[in-house]
């Protein structure tokens, strides 16, 4: 009986390696694919992946599997930065992590994998699969401080049944011992942050390359001009710091103080920026969501009622009323209203701890 063949997503960083190495004490035959998805700039100081690529070199040497190096940086810029920076143009603010896990990750890895022979692909996503009377669940990792679940919840039956995930059932500290243990020579490296294109770059001025500007008032909810803005696209909502307002007093308190302000609204027809003042503005709060390009797990959507439900990442689940829309879209609401609700992330929805998908939030 041969081994089964487990093609691994290698990065550099300590995940991805501690993956890889758990994949071999259980038995697969492994092997690494270190994916170059961005190219434009690779020898600029934000860009990361030739030092990535020489620690998962090196970390594929020490835990003993071949690896090899894959460019899907035409892919990427097709399937995920276009759309990217339709996105912002349209004055959302997307995650590409999700869009690059559906269409890089699990759909482009995917195959390729499955070309040199692979029963799986693995990647050190923290999250977990389970397979329940033949169909397969998306599951939280057990780490709920590092799970991932909301960045995959756009991946199909035919991408879970392909998919294994070292990590779910392991705490992040747990990670980093292996690592220290098998003497990894990235134990130590921090985890990288930022989307994978723009590295530790300021975010604005990568924007601003790609981008063009289009000044325009910026107003309160009472239409006091107040300001100019330098695009629509550079601002999110609830955003607070950069808004470039700061010595402005308005409702001032009795101490002489007075509340920050944050982007509320964005009239993209009128090139118009809101801005309000104070975290609990009535513009700042919605009692319920509509989303489309919904992506079920299951194949289907959940029935109408009670769920649990992200509205970004590092967010609390809250209860939502799911009501039932179309195939493809839905429209949730809450018994407390939520917090900056931007359209362009994801919504996602789950029963404890399945994740059921989600879509992308429209309104």
Partial sequence: MSKKRVVIGMSGGVDSSVSAWLLKEQGYEVIGLFMKNWEDDDNSEFCSSRQDWIDAVSVADVVGVDIEAVNFAAEYKDRVFSEFLREYQAGRTPNPDVLCNAEIKFKAFLDHAMQLGADYIATGHYARVREQNGRFELLKAVDSSKDQSYFLHRLN????????????????????????????????KKDS?????????????????????QPGPMKTPEGELIGQHIGLSFY???????????????????????????VARKDMENNTLYVVQGHDHPWLLSPALSADKASWIAGSPPEAGMLMAKTRYRQADVPGRLEAGGADQFTLTFDQSQWAVTPGQSAVLYQGDVCLGGGIICN
């Avoid at 710091?241 to 509340?259: E, L, T």
């Fill in 157 to 188: 039956q035919q991408q879970l049944c392909k998919t294994l995930f070292p990590l779910g059932d392991i705490h992040k500290t747990e990670v980093r011992r292996i690592a220290e243990q098998i003497h990894l020579p990235n134990a130590a």
């Fill in 193 to 213: 942050t930022g989307i994978c294109f723009i590295g530790e770059r300021p975010f604005r001025e990568f924007l601003n390359r790609y981008l063009s500007q």
């Fill in 236 to 262: 999110t909502l609830g955003q607070r710091k950069g808004i470039g307002i700061g010595g402005i007093k308005s409702h001032q308190h009795p101490d002489g103080s007075s509340d920050a302000w944050y």
